[in-house]
């Protein structure tokens, strides 16, 4: 137990459905990012929240839509994706601010699937 | 802009034998450096972390880490492997004095397999 609660665990969806991803943490942190981990490739990072207010987004498409309503939930909408788009996506949170080292606590991962 | 790299994809090590996992990173400060395990199907677990003082650091499950400045180094080590450390390994970086966000840099991974 990571103190970080990813669901669903797996995710089948075809390329017109629209589902959602959804992250909680209880360890008190004030980030919260999602990374995406395909096979062979390393792992990439999508969006960060501080505070609730997002500060990284490395030029994701917009079939991947996130939302942070408060410092401890971070969804990621999904929206007419693509079979290349199959994948672990990992939720993460840290503690930022002076006097911190910000390690990264990791979910344990959502599969999903397109097809 | 900060990088790390780990040059094996898969190191190959018998159980009771030691084994080293190999990390470099660049970043224009000093670096807080960390190593992290994922199991297959798994999220990514925390080892250790490097931060400042004692250039060897301890962490989970046996494995500890030297940092060297010099060689931009910070390679996991453990002495005697079991055959339940066979995962993937990732090394990252952080500049504490990067403003530009709270990024962790992190390296391609590296496939540890321990044969009994």
């Known amino acids: ?115 | 802009a900060q990088s790390v790299a780990q040059p094996e994809d898969q190191v190959n090590v018998a159980e009771g034998n030691p084994l080293t996992v190999k990390c470099t990173y660049s970043v224009s400060g000093n670096p807080y450096l960390f190593w992290y395990v994922q199991y297959p199907n798994r999220g990514l677990q925390f080892l250790l972390k490097y931060i400042t003082g004692d250039n060897l650091v301890k962490g989970s499950y046996g494995f500890e880490a030297e940092f060297n400045k010099s060689q931009t180094s910070f390679h996991l080590k453990k002495p005697s492997a079991l055959v339940s450390d066979s995962a993937l390994y990732f090394c990252a970086v952080r500049d504490p004095y990067n403003n530009a966000g709270n990024m962790l840099t992190f390296g391609g991974g590296t496939r540890l397999m321990v044969k009994p």
């Open chain 1, 1 to 115: 137990e990571t103190g970080v609660t990813q669901t669903p665990r797996h995710l089948v969806m075809g390329m017109t459905n629209k589902k959602s991803l959804k992250c909680e943490q209880h360890l008190g942190h004030n980030a919260m990012y999602w990374y995406k981990q395909s096979a062979k490739k390393p792992l990439e990072l999508m969006f960060v929240y501080n505070f609730k207010e997002q500060t990284e987004n490395n030029s994701v498409p917009s079939r991947f839509s996130p939302e942070c309503p408060n410092s401890s939930h971070l969804f990621l909408h999904l929206h007419t994706l693509q079979p290349e788009d199959s994948a672990l996506y990992l939720c993460a949170s840290s503690q930022e601010g002076q006097g911190t080292t910000g390690e990264l606590f990791f979910g344990e991962g959502s599969r999903l699937t397109v097809l």
